[in-house]
């Protein structure tokens, strides 16, 4: 229970201490749900998907990088600096919702590849009855 207190009360003081009325973060949590609904749109689309998963993977890579360049020119865009040597407010504003929608992408070339296995199947079990019944007409 005190474990449990501990963390929200540890998550909420890092929500109020984050100003979301700056026009970076707004524009950031935008970017995120543009992000979100463009890898919702392209489900269908397995090379597409491939590619953006690539990509996704690539930017939350360089969240290192980019806490780096953050820390260092953060008074020419943030109203505070956000950006620790622990790297605690880009792994949640930036690499966790790309993570998340790599996390989506998996399931949906899971969800392909399910599909996929059990159209296979049934045409094997076609096929086969097929062939059990030209076997069964001959003799």
């Keep these: 229970r005190e474990g449990a207190s501990s963390f929200y009360e540890d998550l909420m003081g890092f929500v109020h ?7 970076w973060i707004m524009a950031l949590l935008l970017f995120h749900v543009l992000l979100w609904f463009f890898v919702v749109a392209t489900r269908g689309h397995t090379d597409l998907q491939t590619v953006l998963f690539l990509v996704l993977l690539a930017g939350a890579y360089g969240a290192e990088r980019l806490n780096t360049l953050g820390a ?3 008074e020419s865009f943030a109203g505070q600096n956000y950006f620790d040597k622990h790297g605690v407010f880009i792994s949640v504003l930036w690499s966790a919702p790309l993570l998340g929608n790599s996390f989506l992408i998996i399931l949906f070339a899971l969800r392909t590849t399910a599909g996929l296995l059990v159209k296979v199947k049934r045409a ?10 030209k076997n069964g007409k001959a003799e």
């Excluded at 201490?17 to 026009?23: N, P, V, Y």
């Excluded at 094997?124 to 019944?133: H, P, V």
């Design 17 to 23: 201490a984050i100003d979301f009325g700056e026009l």
């Design 72 to 74: 260092a020119h953060w």
């Design 124 to 133: 094997e079990l076609k096929q086969s009855r097929k062939a059990k019944g």
